[in-house]
């Protein structure tokens, strides 16, 4: 048998199996792995990785890369060998895993994205743009349900479209503005790195004299505040934006700078996926941990974003920006965020274009993003335009 037949039968062993192992998920009662059945079970581990780095390389863009997240999926020896072969956003530029919506961008491309909103159920959908003409309707990634209450408005942030609870295993985290809708909080429902002060977490509990955390407590983490001003250029000017990113050191931005990088959802939250259903024993949990700090020194400074400064175009008599295409529709929500040099000399990098959003229909809106960005932050950020901020406009 060929290498090349395998990896069909492979793809097509997966394809029966892969509704078999969602039932199972579905009931808690019934803990076996469909595949283990299967006669790929035992493949040796050499041609294993052979297979699995082929498909890898062969289905490099949705809906087919559906396969490589089905193999991840299987058992514990494929997804540990599917782990060590799927790259990070910022490496592949490509969104595989779940995980990948709390990773950062890619360096050198932008992952072009779109939001549907819904006025009547005051929802959003963010979607992976699949074609640049947006005739598809894309791969989702994330959702989000507005919230008022007495003194703020929240966007409660998901995994799931049809589950946009904080109390789900789905929720990832949460915008939060103020009672005028100029300040917003962009809360994860994880550290994004090593050590963070949870806000409100439920997660610690005493034990005798000591205090007892869970390996990855579930809370709501600030990873980042924004903030809109008062529109100094009047009603016709856009909107003043300034974004501290909490969780992305301001160095990130130069050459060798890195950010922060989650590697995997809580256990509570990993087991809810539908289309990734990982099995994982208590015996695994255990042997890992949160890391020696925090990977974010306060004295080196958080990222800044802000506002790329418009032109005022003399014969369209409004002020424009280079959306390169992407927008269509004047509006005030558009804008486009690049790094600020705080207490520093502007530099190339601070040209780079980080995160743009605009609108192209009556509730269409697109999103770009790219390092050090993730999709969620970006997402976050992007809900706060939505907002009517009668001060800023």
């Known amino acids: 048998m060929t290498l090349k037949s395998i990896i069909r039968e492979v793809k097509e062993e997966i394809g029966r199996l892969k509704s078999k192992s969602l039932q199972v998920v579905q009931d808690e009662t019934i803990p076996i792995d469909a595949f283990k059945q299967s006669c790929w079970a035992n493949m040796p581990p050499e041609l294993l990785r052979d297979v699995l780095m082929r498909i890898?390389?062969?289905?490099?863009?949705?809906?087919?890369?559906?396969?490589?997240?089905?193999?991840?999926?299987?058992?514990?020896?494929?997804?540990?060998?599917?782990?060590?072969?799927?790259?990070?956003?910022?490496?592949?530029?490509?969104?595989t895993f779940p995980i990948s919506l709390k990773q950062p961008g890619p360096r050198e491309t932008i992952i072009q994205c779109f939001i549907k909103r819904n006025r009547m159920a005051q929802t959003y959908h963010l979607y992976l743009g699949l074609t640049p003409a947006l005739t598809d309707n894309g791969k989702f990634l994330l959702a989000a349900r507005k919230a008022r209450r007495t003194t703020c408005t929240d966007y409660i942030i998901s995994i799931d479209a049809d589950d946009m609870s904080k109390g789900s295993g789905t929720y990832i985290g949460k915008l939060r503005s103020n009672f005028l809708g100029t300040?917003?909080?962009?809360y994860d429902s994880q550290p994004p790195y090593a050590v963070s002060m949870v806000s409100k977490s439920r997660s610690n509990r005493l034990v005798g004299s000591k205090q007892v955390t869970p390996r990855v407590p579930v809370g709501n983490y600030p990873v980042a505040h924004i903030s809109y001003?008062?529109?100094?250029l009047g009603s016709r000017g856009p909107r003043r934006m300034h974004c501290v990113m909490d969780g992305i050191p301001g160095t990130s931005i130069e050459a060798g700078g890195t950010a922060p990088t989650q590697t995997e959802f809580p256990l509570g939250n990993l087991e809810s996926f539908p289309m990734l259903p990982f099995f994982r024993s208590k015996s695994s949990a255990q042997k890992e941990n949160l890391g020696s700090g925090p990977l974010v020194d306060p004295k080196e400074g958080f990222l800044v974003l802000k506002n790329k400064s418009p032109r005022w175009h003399e014969q369209l008599q409004c002020w424009c920006l280079n959306f390169r295409g992407r927008v269509t529709v004047a509006s005030v929500k558009n804008f486009q965020l690049v790094a600020s040099p705080e207490n520093g000399p502007s530099g190339p990098e601070h040209e780079k274009v980080l995160l743009q959003f605009g609108k192209v229909g009556k509730d269409l809106f697109t999103m770009d993003y790219q390092y050090p960005v993730s999709a969620f932050q970006a997402f976050a950020i992007c809900l706060s335009s939505f907002d009517t901020k009668i001060a800023c406009e």
């Open 229 to 232: 001003e008062l529109n100094v």
């Open 56 to 95: 890898e390389d062969s289905e490099s863009k949705w809906p087919p890369r559906k396969y490589v997240v089905a193999c991840a999926g299987v058992c514990r020896s494929w997804r540990e060998i599917t782990k060590e072969i799927v790259l990070t956003p910022e490496l592949s530029g490509r969104l």
């Open 183 to 186: 300040k917003f909080t962009v």
